[in-house]
């Protein structure tokens, strides 16, 4: 008797959370409605299937429950009855399958005027690329994949060389306009997902996907990586803001063209010893950093983070937090430098400043470190070297109290937490394996080691 | 289909008859103490894949509250999880345990028609258990690929266990499929060629023929994560490129070129749709036994339940890609095996319908075993509904890769089994062991077990539903998400570790009914079925005594009119008691 009273209780409060429950999909953002009006049908069918089987066995349980001198009745099968529920049961797979495959034939047939965008995945960092004024993109192979070339662009194919290369994670789309997306991995499986389109497809490498959809309400919608690809997994995020055609033919106007990347010169340090006289004010003359100051070290730090934290600096993703003290000093520094020229005019004097270790000023137990240290390594190295294809600056024989006060400023959302600072996101997610000031004296005590 | 002699003759009884404890108990070719070799081990290492689950749990719940979990260890935990509790758990109890015990007693036979082979199943099997346990204790740890090991990130730097634990993996795998294909040829052949005079196979127990099928599935689904491992193994120690295309990880080109990655994800879900049914088969006729007997009613439709054990069986190797949906593999694929999905809702349907049938007009008794089987009903329906969800291909697009996944396959694969497991282990124990079990621990068992584990997964569709994607170390901050999804997170861990707790309440039952249980009537359910009908209980070794018993009914006279019992064992004579039924009668 418990059980039937407790069936049919679990019957109406599953029905009741099913009303009740906040956690149900996110608002559409894109023409996928069939999608949800195909859930909606499938809620209904298997619904009706749910309560009436449910109830119908705990009527029997009350019903048919051991009562003294009881006897079953003796019934081997009723083909009449069955028939019946087999035709029913048809029908009822029917009703939800048929505008499955209905939608599904919308999925698979891209619109033909729908415009590509390509969205590339690696471990564990999403870019774009935008096939330029000529509508077509140009030849990629994994094989030529390298630093300097994050895209394996062929540098000889004319319809590469207007191709818009976006290498941070965030794209634009334009809102009304169907788009496909065009899927490529360069490394493991990764699946492109954004809750509000309702669609989602993986990256496979060695092959191209894709997905489409209509994008019908502006705003930022994230992207997340929805295929286990390593063990940094769950950090691998990105955004697609949907925008008005103006503002995203702007922005786009405003994305460097392959051709374009190829063209800016490379950085001359002469020219950059002049501007970095600013610098050295607080980071010293030879970029070995000045703890009085809070100026870290700078001199062997790569030149593509370099690169990558002035230009946060300038556009505010870093250094605009109001507990960030330091980043609001070094915000406007940065703002001196006035295009990419002149920062890398002054990265390249940088490159040639002496890179003597930092005197380690923090200590802690290095066992510990070396043990948490092993989850940093799968980014910035075995040797703190950092690996410029995963954006994993260098931490070994920087400054050590520099680094400490970084991992707090992550884990406290001091840094990391502008929608546009996606590595510093990433390193926020990362930062809170540590678990006590300790633990960070552990972690940069073994860095110090290396 | 007739039986066959092998089992009846008379010296076939002293034939292997143990000497010594290390021959009874150890080295043991009664297929009972196998049984009970395969049970054992798969319920120890099963707990080791609850702790893990736990652990897990504790992360998603309380997130960065631990320092012993990371991201690195996190993900060895969910693989590990998975690939135990599916495969070494879930497969070897089933097949390894129950079908041990279960087919040589419920089909009439003395034993196993290879008893040697079915001992060498066992060791081989605690083989590829050791390796996988070895796997935790190596350097870098055991793999933290997931437990679906796609390429080329199981075998590439930026995964777990890159270094030793995958190898070690796929050697476990592989020797798990020796073990397993040397028990299942003998299981196959034993119903097929050692049943007792009479037995047809119409007559047989469900519960055989779920073993029987989900046998056969096996035998020709392994085969195919055989291949799969062995050519990870290659690509990995050799260099080859079976599935690794050319690639640029983390900056460095590792030098494959030309290989597909969707090849892997093909040949593992060929192997991996059919293990669903693997274990869900026998589950399926364990709990058509169960219910049948303690409703003291025939089972309802018994042709049709075993022709849908059948029919799932054969339509389960044509719906694999259903896994693989936003694969990236041709789309157009989808309409195929959405539709094939779909239809295996009709069998699958039919079977609950029968299974409720079967309480209609009975003499419900809730005993601990019925409450299991009658709480599996339920989760099974839930986690069947869900699946119409994610088998329609379309539907599948927002849902795959998210918490609704999950929830989904623990419901129907997890918590369902698991519900018969516990069923099966109190319906049997008696039988097992000879002793009667503690009934009031055992329905503790049953309440908190069933209403924790629903706690645990009815909510977390709903966070699929919201888009929270299966298989992240930590959310962070998200726009989309609802903040209290990490509440409910709390919640579900909550539960989920009140349910691993609860689970002493079985052990407690169990140290207690061997120490202390009352002595059990042979056959205290009052059951139809052979195993019942032994001399001696616990069973001795060749079961039978000196003469083999003789079948003359289905499994399934209880309640039959005109008869004073309301129970006609299979071994009954007609003359002795009306046949209910005559199915199968005309080919004796």
Redesign the interface.
């Known amino acids: 008797m418990p059980l039937a009273v407790v069936l049919i209780l679990l019957v109406v409060g599953s029905l009741i959370f099913h009303v009740v429950s906040p956690w149900t999909f996110t608002p559409l953002a894109s023409n996928w409605a069939m999608i949800d009006f195909t859930i909606d049908i499938t809620f209904w069918v298997t619904g009706a299937v749910f309560v009436a089987v449910n109830l119908f066995m705990a009527y029997c349980i009350i019903k048919f429950r051991h009562k003294k001198d009881a006897r079953a009745t003796y019934e081997p099968e009723n083909k009449k009855l069955e028939t019946w529920l087999t035709v029913m049961t048809a029908v009822g797979v029917a009703a939800m399958l048929t505008p499955g495959l209905f939608v599904w034939a919308n999925f698979v047939n891209v619109p033909e005027d729908a415009h590509e965008v390509e969205a590339v995945g690696q471990q564990w960092h999403w870019s774009y690329r935008y096939p330029g004024e000529d509508g077509k993109f140009g030849e990629v192979d994994a094989e030529r994949i390298s630093v300097d070339n994050p895209f394996g662009m062929d540098p000889d194919d004319p319809n590469g060389q207007d191709d818009v290369l976006v290498k941070h994670p965030e794209a634009r789309i334009p809102i009304d306009r169907p788009v496909k997306f065009l899927l490529r991995s360069k490394d493991v499986l990764h699946d492109f997902a954004i809750a509000q389109f309702r669609v989602k497809m993986d990256l496979v490498p060695g092959m191209e996907t894709f997905l489409w959809l209509t994008p019908n309400k502006l705003g930022r919608f994230e992207v997340l990586c929805e295929e286990l690809c390593g063990m940094a997994h769950h950090t691998m995020r990105g955004a697609v803001i949907v925008a008005e055609q103006d503002d995203f033919d702007a922005w786009l106007d405003a994305q460097p063209t392959y051709a374009e990347i190829n063209a800016i010169p490379a950085g001359n340090a002469t020219v950059g010893a002049a501007q970095y006289t600013v610098c050295a004010a607080c980071h010293g003359a030879q970029g070995a950093g000045l703890a009085a100051l809070n100026a870290p070290k700078i001199a062997g730090q790569s030149a593509w983070y370099l690169r990558t934290q002035l230009n946060n600096y300038k556009s505010g993703a870093r250094g605009a937090h109001p507990e960030d003290t330091f980043g609001k000093q070094m915000a406007p520094m940065a703002a001196t430098l006035v295009d990419d020229a002149a920062i890398n005019n002054v990265i390249a004097h940088i490159q040639t400043l002496p890179d003597n270790p930092s005197p380690a000023t923090i200590e802690g137990d290095v066992d510990n470190g070396a043990r948490l240290y092993r989850v940093c390594a799968y980014c910035h190295g075995g040797q703190g070297q950092g690996v410029q294809a995963l954006n994993a600056p260098r931490a070994a024989g920087m400054t050590d109290w520099y680094l400490a006060r970084q991992l707090e400023n992550f884990q406290d959302g001091i840094r990391g937490a502008h929608p546009m600072d996606f590595y510093g996101f990433q390193m926020g997610l990362m930062a809170n394996v540590l678990h006590s000031e300790q633990d960070i004296k552990d972690i940069v005590a073994y860095i110090n080691t290396l | 289909m007739g039986y066959v002699a092998i089992a009846d003759r008379d010296h076939e009884v002293e034939h292997h008859d143990p000497q010594t404890f290390i021959t009874k108990y150890i080295w043991s070719q009664d297929h009972k103490v196998i049984a009970i070799q395969y049970g054992l081990t798969a319920i120890f290492v099963g707990l080791i894949a609850l702790g893990l689950s736990a652990m897990m749990r504790l992360q998603l719940g309380f997130?960065?509250?631990?320092?012993f979990i990371?991201?690195?260890n996190y993900?060895q935990f969910v693989t590990m999880h998975g690939m135990i509790m599916v495969i070494y758990l879930l497969t070897a109890l089933f097949l390894g345990g129950f079908g041990n015990y279960l087919i040589p007693l419920m089909v009439g036979s003395r034993d196993m028609v290879f008893p040697f082979l079915n001992m060498l199943s066992y060791w081989v099997y605690l083989v590829s258990v050791i390796i996988l346990l070895i796997s935790f204790f190596v350097p870098g740890g055991s793999t933290?690929?997931?437990w679906t090991l796609?390429p080329?990130?199981a075998i590439?730097?930026?995964?777990?266990g890159v270094e030793w634990g995958i190898l070690l993996m796929l050697a476990s795998l592989g020797v798990f499929i020796i073990a397993f294909t040397m028990g299942g040829l003998n299981y196959v052949t034993t119903v097929l060629q050692a049943r007792c005079r009479g037995m047809t196979l119409m007559r047989m127990p469900l519960s055989v023929w779920g073993i029987f099928i989900a046998t056969i599935l096996g035998l020709l689904a392994f085969p195919a994560l055989l291949v799969s491992a062995i050519m990870m193994l290659l690509d990995k120690t050799m260099a080859t490129s079976f599935f690794m295309?050319?690639?640029?990880?983390?900056?460095?080109?590792p030098g494959h070129?030309?290989?597909?990655?969707?090849l892997f994800q093909h040949l593992f879900w060929f192997f991996g749709h059919p293990e669903v049914y693997i274990v869900a088969l026998p589950a399926f006729g364990i709990v058509s036994d169960l219910l049948s007997t303690h409703?003291?009613?025939?089972i309802?439709?018994?042709?049709?339940m075993v022709w849908a054990i059948i029919a799932i069986g054969g339509l389960s190797f044509v719906v694999w890609a259903h896994h693989m949906y936003?694969?990236?593999m041709n789309?157009?694929f989808?309409?195929f095996f959405?539709?094939t999905t779909?239809?295996i809702?009709?069998p699958t349907?039919?079977k609950?319908?029968?299974w409720?049938?079967t309480?209609?007009?009975?003499?419900?008794?809730?005993r601990v075993p019925m409450?299991f089987a009658?709480g599996f009903?339920?989760t099974f329906?839930?986690g069947g509904?869900?699946g119409?969800?994610l088998g329609?291909?379309?539907?599948d697009?927002?849902l795959?890769?998210?918490y609704f996944v999950v929830a989904h396959f623990h419901m129907v694969m997890g918590v369902s089994p698991v519900l018969v497991v516990f069923g099966a282990i109190y319906h049997w124990w008696p039988k097992i062991t000879g002793r009667m079990y503690s009934e009031k621990l055992g329905k503790w068992h049953f309440w908190m077990t069933f209403?924790g584990t629903?706690s645990i997964y009815?909510?977390m569709h709903?966070?699929g539903?919201?888009?929270v994607?299966?298989?992240?170390?930590?959310?962070?901050?998200?726009?989309?998400m609802?903040a209290?999804?990490q509440d409910?997170n709390a919640f579900i861990t909550m539960a989920a570790l009140f349910v691993a707790v609860t689970q002493i309440l079985f052990f407690v039952n169990v140290i207690w009914s061997l120490r202390k249980g009352p002595k059990a009537d042979p056959n205290p359910w009052d059951a139809t079925t052979l195993e019942w009908q032994t001399p001696d209980t616990p069973p001795k070794h060749g079961n039978w005594g000196h003469e083999l018993p003789e079948c003359h009914r289905w499994a399934?006279d209880?309640?039959?009119?005109g008869y004073k019992d309301?129970f006609i064992p299979q071994n009954v004579p007609a003359e002795d008691a009306p046949v209910?039924?005559q199915h199968g009668v005309e080919e004796h």
């Open positions: 997130p960065d509250s631990f320092s990371n991201p690195e993900y933290g690929a997931g796609y080329p990130q590439l730097p930026g995964t777990p295309p050319a690639i640029s990880s983390m900056g460095v080109d070129t030309g290989g597909s990655p969707i409703a003291r009613k025939n309802f439709g018994y042709r049709m936003v694969s990236g789309p157009y989808g309409f959405a539709t779909l239809i809702a009709v349907a039919l609950v319908y029968n409720v049938f309480l209609w007009e009975g003499n419900i008794h809730l409450l009658i009903v339920f329906i839930h509904l869900t119409l969800f329609n291909v379309t539907i697009l927002p795959s890769d998210t209403l629903y009815l909510p709903y966070l539903f919201a888009g994607p299966r298989r992240y170390f930590a959310m962070g901050n998200t726009d989309f609802p209290s999804a409910l399934y209880y309640s039959v009119p309301d209910g039924r």
